[in-house]
């Protein structure tokens, strides 16, 4: 019996070959969970085939927890991918100063000589990083010493993204709940220019930010999204499956971040990927709801 694998993908123009799932450590650095989770969850999801990790210096404990993670040979395992701008202790700051400090302190923490890809990471202003002397020259300067091997941007607002991929610097834009069973804006913006200039593209929050509208649970704050989940109910389908394949059939050069926050969780989002909705559940929840993949 052939054992089914995560299909490998072409990030772009940093010709990344990225599991179509990567792993979103958000939920990993969480002040309610422990080290020991973390460890178990990132673990489990590369032993399970996923070779993309993404972090940030502001979610919680997660690049120190990564860190611990990634030692005993499982670093060499994936790609590992941070953001910068948003550590607690320097929130904001784009500085030179301050992005050198930051990543600096994300290879202590991520106990890597090396990151394969550091995102800007939700700028209130684009202008600023990307001015002269200020985080993308700094990133820049990394990537020609090695300690820094692809630059990108993580944010949702699709001008931000537009006006980064215009510079030519940026390899990889992030974006987040704007490709989704619910939204998909960034179809008309970010996605087609990101291909146009062969940037590699990962969509996050595809089922929903920390509320997880779209995670499989009765969602009763939004009356599409129950429309959608009651629907599945009565097939036996669940939402979340429906919504993660959706995000993997984009047109994009790039890959799907998932976010659990517990091994089970990982098992969960790790089976689902690997097993297609069947073409019949697709042709009827787009008659019913204008949204679908084929």
Request: charged share 25%; aromatic share 6%.
């Amino acid at each position: 019996m052939s054992i089914k694998r995560f299909a490998l993908r072409r990030l772009g123009r940093t010709e990344i070959q990225a599991t179509e799932i990567g792993l979103g450590c958000a939920r990993m650095g969480m002040p309610d969970r422990s080290d020991d989770n973390a460890i178990q969850g990132i673990r489990r999801a590369i032993d399970r085939g996923v070779n993309y990790i993404d972090t940030s210096t502001g979610y919680g404990e997660s690049e120190r927890r990564v860190g611990l993670a990634l030692r005993d040979g499982y670093r060499e395992k994936v790609y590992l991918q941070t953001k910068t701008g948003s550590n607690p202790a320097r929130r904001g700051d784009y500085t030179a100063e301050g992005t050198r400090w930051s990543v600096e302190n994300s290879l202590r923490l991520l106990r890597t000589d090396y990151l394969d890809a550091v995102l800007i990471h939700d700028p209130a202003d684009v202008g600023v990083p990307l001015s002269p002397g200020f985080a993308l020259d700094v990133l820049l300067q990394m990537k020609e010493q090695g300690l820094v091997r692809h630059v990108g941007i993580g944010c949702r607002e699709h001008d931000h993204h537009r006006r980064a991929i215009e510079t030519g610097h940026i390899d990889i834009v992030l974006t987040f709940l704007d490709y989704t069973l619910l939204d998909q804006s960034a179809a008309r913006t970010t996605l087609p220019l990101a291909r146009q200039h062969d940037v590699g593209v990962q969509l996050a929050s595809v089922f929903g930010c920390w509320s997880g509208t779209l995670a499989g649970f009765e969602p009763k704050d939004n009356p599409r999204a129950h429309a959608m989940w009651a629907w599945c109910a009565k097939r036996g389908q669940n939402l979340r499956h429906l919504a993660l394949h959706f995000a993997l059939a984009a047109p994009i050069a790039g890959i799907v971040i998932v976010g659990p926050g517990t091994p089970a969780h990982v098992d969960e989002v790790c089976t689902e990927a690997l097993e297609p909705v069947p073409a019949e559940i697709w042709r009827d929840f787009k008659a019913e709801f204008g949204v679908g993949v084929g």
